[in-house]
């Protein structure tokens, strides 16, 4: 009798577990899309090439070499501390955000 309790407690965790892995992992990627929306686009553009506003500070354009070139850590340390015109995020943004955040700047870049 308590033996089938706790099996289907048991089955029940590993099914919530299964599901939470499921959901968090997906909200991993479109939160990175989110914070990017919300922090980013108004300099940077939806496509990384740079808004109105974000030219007329000189952000450069995502697709370029310039930026394409520089590693990982480089563009995360852009983010977290700032640059000439380009705002430091560090105090608002965690590292696995930031993180998240050069690897969306990646695949923009690949977009045409
Ligand atoms: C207020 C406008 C503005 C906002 C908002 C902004 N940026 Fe920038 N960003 C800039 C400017 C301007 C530069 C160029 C800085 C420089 O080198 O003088 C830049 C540079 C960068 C670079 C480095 C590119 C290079 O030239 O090496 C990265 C990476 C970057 N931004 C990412 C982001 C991310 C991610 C966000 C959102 C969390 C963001 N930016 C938000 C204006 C902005």
Partial sequence: MCERLLAK???????????????????ANNSAATTYK?????????DGRGS?????LHAADFHS???QQQSDAQLADVV?????????FATRLS????????????TVAKAK
């Avoid at 599901?19 to 909200?27: A, D, R």
């Avoid at 109105?52 to 007329?56: I, M, P």
């Avoid at 590292?95 to 990646?106: E, F, G, N, S």
């Fill in 9 to 27: 407690i048991l089955a029940f965790a590993i099914f919530l577990g299964t599901c939470g892995s499921l959901v968090f992992g997906q909200s």
């Fill in 38 to 46: 919300t922090n980013c686009v108004s300099c940077h553009g939806q």
């Fill in 52 to 56: 109105a506003v974000g030219k007329s």
């Fill in 65 to 67: 070499a310039q930026v």
């Fill in 80 to 88: 977290a501390q700032g640059r000439g015109n380009m705002p430091a």
């Fill in 95 to 106: 590292k696995d955000q930031i993180d998240a955040l050069v690897k969306y700047i990646r």
